[in-house]
């Protein structure tokens, strides 16, 4: 398939209009063509206009029809073959490897959600049959179940270029709960975005659908964007990105006449909390442990820690040597775009020059362009507590270790934290009585509580949590992956003595789609 540049407006190729975007290869800096060209407003009209047209048929859609669209989706996007390897690379910096592993998990999202809609226990059907003899008042029948909320805008991000773009977990779950999608691409992988959304196009078409239940749109700079939040059609947002940017657009969404609301995946530090007896048997080993995760990907990870709060003595001391020594060996790995690797080395000078900071380690240098350079600094939990600035996400392979006076201060520190992604416990027997204090404090800043592990790397599954409270997310109340992230695009209604012809199937007598329900307060199938 070649890449041609083109916005992807339902059925429609079109050529945008708006200002060059190029794609850079910032292993080499090199500029790939083709040149691609941001829309305007009026192709954003286009687009949501036609995915409200196609809202009304998508969203009656039986589930094993939608479920199929979902699973041919995930077919069309493996057909692409190592055109679509080749090209994320080259737009990337990542790894083959990376990127094949990339693919196979956004094609087990898609399946994941075919699997969700074939049982249909997110519609979360519940039936109070009528009790017209009750008294002193009858009841009337009331039955309850989810519909979708409507267009869906998807912004595609830039450190997962196909997991958490165009066909990203927030795409899957929006067309699985049955919202039409239109996507703005990121402009660092336009190339990989205009192939996988002609996979996305092609699954469309072979399943009959509407041809506005998929449009894909390009934009250089905050038009696209904004007039997509904007638009009376669009009823849900989902981003991943900066916490200005997201920031942004859940204020375009709260001034609307019809606010609507953003789902925002921002910024997060995942703090790691080394257990006094952990620290003392597995202090080695929880180091090298440590500096693998900070080194995957270049620390280019939402879940990326970026800070490590420890008891200060020896043990915390032979810690930082071991992860010193491994942090000092470590190659340069390049960044997502020229962009990131000048914010991250921003960041870098930021610590350096920070008279409450001292230098551990950094790693190897290179002359290449857009390498990171890992680094590893350290400072007092007081210090850290009075400097705001040592809280700031710092985008890359570094990470700040905090001193604490006792496991008391662990607490006292997480207490005043902003909200989180993940909160890591390195621990051991010995340290339950203490982590039992430390538990209720980290379960109010995080959404995910990790326990001796490391936070980078996410499962997609049913029960796993990529959320937290703001910054990590706009809403708290909600993830970004696995099959719960269907619920952020559905909303409840309640039908009361409907008659039998026009109730939904799911809600009709003898459970025709034979999905899990709650009939008078109890469980049936």
Known sequence: ???????LIGSRAVKGSNGPIHAINPATNETLEPVFAGGTEADVDSAVELAWDAFASYRETAPEARATFLETCADEILALGDELIERAVAESGLPRARIEGERGRTMGQLRLFASVVRAGNYLDARIDPAMPDREPMPRADLRMRMIPLGPVAVFGASNFPLAFSVAGGDTASALAAGCPVVVKAHSAHPGTSELVGRALQKAVAKCNLHEGVFSLIFGAGNVVGQALVAHPRIKAVGFTGSRSGGTALMNIAANRPEPIPVYAEMSSINPVFLMPQALKARGEAIAKGFIGSLQMGAGQFCTNPGLVFAQEGEDLDNFLKVAAEELSQAGTQTMLTPGIHKAYCSGMEQLKGNSRVTEVATGQDSDQPNQCQAGLFVTTAED?????????????????????KSVDDFARVADQMEGQLTATLQLDDGDHDAT???????????????CNGYPTGVEVCHAMVHGGPYPATSDSRTTSVGSLAIQRYVRPVCYQDLPQELMPESLKDGNPQGIRRLVDGQDQR
């Not at 039992?436 to 990790?450: F, Q, S, T, W």
């Open 1 to 7: 398939m070649t890449i041609l540049g083109e916005m």
């Open 436 to 450: 039992r204090k430390l538990l209720p404090v980290l379960e109010y800043r995080a959404g995910r509580i990790l």
């Open 384 to 404: 850290f507590l009075a400097d705001e600035s040592l809280s700031a996400e710092v985008f890359g392979s570094t990470s700040l270790v905090v001193k604490c």
